[in-house]
């Protein structure tokens, strides 16, 4: 079966081609790792089902913060909860875990950050109500901390023990955000008149990570490669996008949605952005990953065999029950 099928990235073997995307638990006290998070998806690694788990988005700034109990890798002292982490996991078996790392953006909330939200321009973001106050756009100089900031966090990553990293450049948040001819209306380097522009901010951020951790270290980018809606990036965007990032140095990409988040309007069959995902991988060298709307692994197997993606993202099923990867991969 090709699910079974080993997929190998640099020196990472990953055993099966099934994994557990980023979802948040919302379960860290001021951003901190506790038993209870280690015990979520040390049951999930159990015995070695999944080929890879990726961890729920943690932020990089106190001012990208999504939720007030995130997780946290923008400090040097998150390492040592986060290596706890790591450990728990591989203790299981040979599941191989990323890190996810992320800034809200506009969409960050001012009373969990107690700052003005930011974001490429000052417009609201779609899923924002008229109501809201307008996010402050980020100037060239702030724009070269956060790439430093990307690049730090990818380093405590490392250092804490996760076999890669995944930048997340989906789902409406920051990096989205730059992208998307929606909330993108700049006119200087990283401005919305050509994709170029438009990704500047994803290259550099690839390339400072790069210089942080290695060539040789595995770095995905977790890619909200289409809108579904007018006046948003397209599928034609996300071809040529991603084939940029590959020729940046990123090993995976893993597709979802943009501004639509990570659902689909009035889709919910398995694979719900195969259009996009079977596009890129059509264009690319590396591996791509596709979630949404797959419960079971023949599901999966259906979709690997059809040529969707390299990799299939189980999410909601084993979210909600911790026996999936037992049940599903362990038959």
């Excluded at 790591?86 to 996810?100: D, K, L, M, N, Y």
């Amino acid at each position: 079966m090709k699910w079974k099928e080993p997929l190998s990235i640099h020196h990472l073997m990953l055993t099966n081609r099934i994994v557990m995307p980023p979802m948040a638990t919302r379960a860290a006290s001021h951003g901190y790792i506790d038993e209870e998070i280690c015990k979520y998806y040390q049951k999930r690694a159990e015995k070695g089902y999944l080929g890879l788990i990726i961890t729920e988005h943690m932020y990089i700034d106190k001012q990208g913060k999504a939720d007030p109990n995130q997780i946290s890798i923008s400090r040097n002292g998150d390492i040592g909860g986060l290596r706890q982490l790591t450990r728990c996991i591989h203790r299981e078996g040979s599941t191989r875990v990323f890190a996810q790392i992320n800034h809200a953006g506009s969409i960050a909330d001012p009373i969990v950050t107690r700052q003005q939200a930011v974001g490429p321009s000052p417009v609201l973001h779609p899923r924002q109500k008229q109501s809201q106050v307008l996010p402050r756009e980020l100037s060239v100089e702030e724009i070269q901390v956060l790439v430093a900031e990307y690049a730090a966090a990818a380093g405590r990553a490392k250092a804490s023990g996760y076999d890669g990293v995944e930048i997340h450049a989906a789902h409406g948040y920051l990096l989205n955000q730059f992208y998307s001819p929606l909330t993108n209306h700049r006119n200087d380097a990283y401005g919305c008149d050509t994709l170029e522009k438009r990704v500047h901010f994803h290259l550099q951020v690839i390339h400072a990570i790069r210089m942080v951790v290695g060539t040789a270290y595995p770095l995905a980018i977790r890619f909200g490669g289409c809108d579904y809606q007018p006046g948003g990036s397209t599928i034609n965007d996300a071809v040529e996008a991603a084939k940029l990032f590959a020729t940046a140095g990123v090993d995976l990409i893993d597709v979802s949605g943009g501004m639509n988040f990570f659902v689909r309007q009035d889709h919910t069959e398995p694979g719900y952005f195969r259009d996009m995902s079977s596009a890129i991988r059509h264009h690319v060298s590396v591996p791509v990953i596709l979630t949404g709307g797959v419960q079971t692994v023949e599901q999966a197997e259906d979709l690997l065999v059809t040529g969707a993606a390299d990799m299939i993202g189980v999410g909601r099923a084993i979210l909600q029950d911790a026996e999936w990867p037992k049940r599903e991969l362990g038959k």
